[in-house]
């Protein structure tokens, strides 16, 4: 049998939030929300100024109403009921059992869920993920965020210094394979839109694997490709603030461009498409730091990545099937995945 919840005075409450910590009850139901208040969508200020007080309301608006997940994931929090006068009457409620058991590596269990698959891993919670029994692969499996920087900024520098210097010598010229009389010089001071150009085909490139890779539906029968999808993408949306798994490890990143790289070195002039491919190298390395800091960041209310924070949150919480612009939502218009305006209601 579940032990009774325990039970908080209106008093405790208030000189526990007078301490820093950021309690809120729905009803009589409480919630300590102290670790999670710096990561709250809305704002750190806007949670805090609701410590203490009841947000049942708060929930279905205003300022905006809350999705069921975001009420799933508010259960994490639970601590104990509110009092009632002299008599402390509380609410038995059950741990809720979970569809796997997170004290084991999660990799090798999600295929069986089959069709319940794809409801479970879009219901987000706030814990740790371990993939791997091996400690030696759960390592690799995890990434800082300033390791990508660390990693790849030099790679784009130096390449960028290749590509500018082979561009001065005057050699390259495009549709040469074809034909010598009407290929096109490629001038050194081409360069800029070049690397400009590998950006924007990696702003596609980045639309299209997050929306047809990443948030494909694996078969219910097919324990392979679930588990494949987990690996690449359900990992994230299951827990979206474990900050180890928020950007790509470099080993794997490094095939993947690798891959990309040999397709550019296939349809262009090997200095031209190493000019395309490390501009798209450095819209990567945008899109990686973007993604980390739109989980972790507190953007200024009304700036640009304010919006884009509260964009991406949504496409988690609520619209998984639409939103998945990350560094951009310019290609979510003309594939008409936009997530409707109508679902980001104006704060007070």
């Known amino acids: 049998m579940a032990a009774a919840p325990r039970s908080f005075s209106a008093a405790e409450v208030r000189s526990r939030c007078a301490e820093g910590a950021c309690l809120v009850r729905c009803r009589r139901r409480l919630y300590d929300l102290s670790g999670f208040v710096r990561l709250h969508p809305g704002g750190e200020q806007l949670l805090r100024r609701r410590a203490g007080t009841d947000v049942s309301r708060a929930l279905d608006g205003p300022p905006h109403r809350h999705s069921a997940n975001a009420r799933r994931w508010l259960e994490q929090y639970y601590v104990g009921e509110m009092e009632s006068g002299d008599e402390v009457a509380v609410t038995q409620h059950p741990p809720r059992r979970d569809l796997v058991d997170w004290q084991k590596p999660l990799l090798w269990q999600v ?119 987990f690996l690449l993408h359900g990992q994230h949306h299951k827990s979206p603030f474990d900050s180890s798994r928020l950007v790509f490890p470099p080993v794997p990143a490094s095939l993947v461009m690798g891959f990309f790289y040999g397709i550019l070195k296939l349809m262009l002039p090997e200095v031209l498409g190493l000019s395309v491919f490390v501009g798209g190298l450095c819209g990567y390395v945008i899109y990686d730091m973007m993604h980390y800091y739109l989980h972790y960041g507190s953007p200024k209310k009304g700036t640009y990545l304010y919006g884009l924070k509260a964009y991406h949150v949504k496409h988690h919480f609520e619209h998984q099937k639409s939103g998945f612009g990350i560094s951009t939502r310019f290609w979510d218009h003309p594939f008409r995945t936009l997530i409707p305006e109508e679902t980001f209601e104006k704060e007070d």
């Open 111 to 229: 295929g069986y869920l089959g069709e319940k698959y794809d409801e479970w891993v879009h219901q987000p919670v706030d814990r740790p993920i371990r993939l791997f029994h091996s400690d030696i692969l759960e390592y690799l499996s995890k990434t800082a965020w300033y390791v990508v920087f660390i990693v790849w900024a030099p790679v784009v520098l130096y390449l960028s210094w290749v590509s500018y210097t082979s561009l001065a010598q005057g050699n390259t010229r495009l549709f040469s394979s074809f034909t010598t009389e009407y290929s096109i010089p490629v001038h050194k001071y081409y360069f800029p839109f070049i690397f400009l150009l590998g950006m924007f085909l990696w702003s596609l490139l980045e639309y299209l694997i997050h929306r047809f890779v990443f948030h494909m539906k694996p078969p219910a029968s097919n324990y392979y490709l679930i588990t494949l999808h």
